[in-house]
């Protein structure tokens, strides 16, 4: 089992960047595809960014250029680096971790991961 912890989020203005952590503890991420989704007040929440244990990653189309997705497997640490910001982007922002043993697969779907953080607020405004 694996426990996420987010961190990283706040308020920034709109064109301005923020960095996301996703940290690690009870088993190293190298041993899972994890994924970044993100939910605004009222709306379902949605996917963000994956990246496979591999390395392999994918995007939505809402932020494809802006944001990337890494992972540090010696930290225990995925990243989501958000540049160019949008006030829609503007949304809790929740990590997950499957323990899929096929290493390239990328997980798009919420249903399909294991395990969840907490969530960090990322407000961008206008």
């Known amino acids: 089992q694996v426990q996420l912890v987010e961190s990283g989020g706040g308020l920034v203005q709109a064109g301005g960047s923020l960095r996301l952590s996703c940290a690690a503890s009870?088993?190293?991420?190298?041993?899972?595809?994890m994924g970044w989704f993100r939910q605004a007040p009222g709306k379902e929440r949605e996917f963000v960014a994956a990246?496979?244990?591999?390395?392999?990653?994918i995007y939505a189309d809402s932020v494809k250029g802006r944001f990337t997705i890494s992972r540090d497997n010696a930290k225990n640490t995925v990243y989501l680096q958000m540049n160019s910001l949008k006030p829609e982007d503007t949304a809790v922002y929740y990590c997950?971790?499957?323990?899929?043993?096929?290493?390239?697969?990328?997980?798009?779907?919420?249903?399909?991961?294991?395990?969840w953080g907490q969530g960090t607020q990322v407000t961008v405004s206008s």
């Open positions: 997950a971790a499957d323990p899929i043993r096929n290493s390239i697969a990328v997980i798009t779907t919420t249903r399909d991961y294991d395990y």
């Open positions: 990246i496979s244990r591999s390395g392999g990653y």
């Open positions: 009870g088993r190293t991420v190298s041993s899972y595809a």
